[in-house]
């Protein structure tokens, strides 16, 4: 499946705010936003205009997909999979989206950000109960260990990023010794700190 492969700075600058797709760099002060928090591009200093309605809605669909770094058909699927399920629709989705196992490397604290959990995933770095599991879009069980494999427990990157505690969600449990981690329970949307309106993106494809 095709990935953006461009400079992820244009990113944040375009959605006016940090999205944490370079890791560590997001929390210091090169940061792109903190140097230029406008719109990329020749007249991107006069285009910060004021968004509503469907713009509004819009904006926050693309900020999700770039924040889980998925695009837009697999997007998609993930939102018609939440419609299907019992409960909000909004909730369904974001949980779906915790669940994924490049996601959850990240959010074990393993990687940096998320193109680094997708990276390790897919070289084969990562075992959920015990098994090669090589797809980032993999979504994890309760009861699931993920593991880093035996020849990758000296990573300098993986090493790196456990030694920046950005906090860890209740429905996960790290081990640092050992590398590995469980997941306890389904994320909930209290579980989810990043600044998502949910409730956008379903009536943007409510339309």
Same mark, same amino acid.
């Given at each position: 499946?095709? +990935? ?8 944040? =600058? ?18 792109? @936003?903190?140097? +230029?928090?406008? @719109? ?12 509503? !309605?469907?713009? /509004? &809605?819009? +904006? ?22 939440? $419609? ?8 369904? *989705? ?15 604290? /393993? ?16 075992? $959920? ?11 994890? =069980? ?5 593991? @880093? ?14 030694? %920046?505690? =950005? !906090?860890?969600?209740?429905? *996960?449990?790290?081990?640092? &010794? ?13 579980? %989810? ?7 956008? @993106? ?6």
């Amino acid at each position: 499946m095709a +990935r953006y492969s461009g400079p992820v700075c244009r990113l944040c =600058r375009r959605e006016g705010m940090k999205l944490f797709l370079k890791g560590e760099r997001c929390f210091k002060p090169s940061c792109a @936003i903190e140097k +230029r928090n406008y @719109i990329p591009g020749e007249h991107g200093r006069d285009r910060r205009a004021k968004i509503v !309605g469907y713009g /509004l &809605q819009l +904006r926050e669909k693309q900020k999700v997909k770039r924040m889980y770094g998925i695009l837009e058909r697999q997007f998609h699927i993930y939102f018609e999979k939440a $419609v299907r399920q019992k409960g909000v629709t909004g909730e369904n *989705l974001l949980s779906q989206l915790e669940r994924r196992l490049d996601n959850t490397v990240l959010r074990l604290g /393993l990687a940096a950000s998320h193109a680094q959990a997708r990276q390790l995933v897919r070289h084969g770095h990562i075992r $959920v109960n015990s098994k090669k599991v090589n797809v980032p879009s993999f979504l994890v =069980r309760v009861g699931d260990e993920i593991s @880093i494999r035996e020849k990758s427990q000296k990573n300098v990157q993986i090493l790196s990023a456990l030694e %920046v505690n =950005r !906090g860890l969600p209740a429905w *996960l449990e790290l081990n640092v &010794q050992a590398l590995s981690g469980k997941v306890l329970a389904l994320p909930k949307r209290e579980d %989810v700190s990043l600044p998502i309106e949910e409730h956008m @993106i379903v009536e943007l494809y409510s339309k």
